[in-house]
């Protein structure tokens, strides 16, 4: 499984924006998806998952401001974040777990500045 990250960027605290983990093949026999984010100098940090029978899990930073979700028809899982903070500030990747391995996007940066 091949994944492609985007839609990160630079946005002003408060801001919002959606990023896009789109697959190379079908992902609806893929259990768990989810993104990570990794700041400089702090370690990968699992952001929010979503599993095949539609649960979702965030970590406790991200509630109720970030939203992960899965179009199978596009092959592609979203995550919305809204009302960002400057602690949001990170490279963003995409992981899908599928029979017992894991596959990573490349990072997407994503920049909360004023």
């Known amino acids: 499984v091949q994944l492609q990250a985007s839609g990160g960027g630079l946005v002003q605290p408060g801001g919002s924006l959606r990023l896009s983990c789109a697959a190379s093949r079908s992902i609806g026999n893929i259990n768990v998806m989810g993104w990570y984010r990794q700041a400089p100098g702090k370690q990968r940090e699992l952001v929010a998952t979503n599993i095949i029978n539609g649960g979702t899990n965030y970590v406790d930073s991200v509630k109720g401001r970030f939203t992960i979700s899965r179009d199978s028809a596009k092959n592609t899982v979203y995550l919305q974040m809204n009302s960002l903070k400057p602690e949001d500030m990170a490279v963003y990747y995409c992981?899908?777990?599928?029979?017992?391995?894991?596959?990573w996007g490349q990072g997407t940066q994503v920049t909360v500045s004023s």
């Open positions: 992981k899908a777990w599928l029979l017992g391995r894991n596959y």
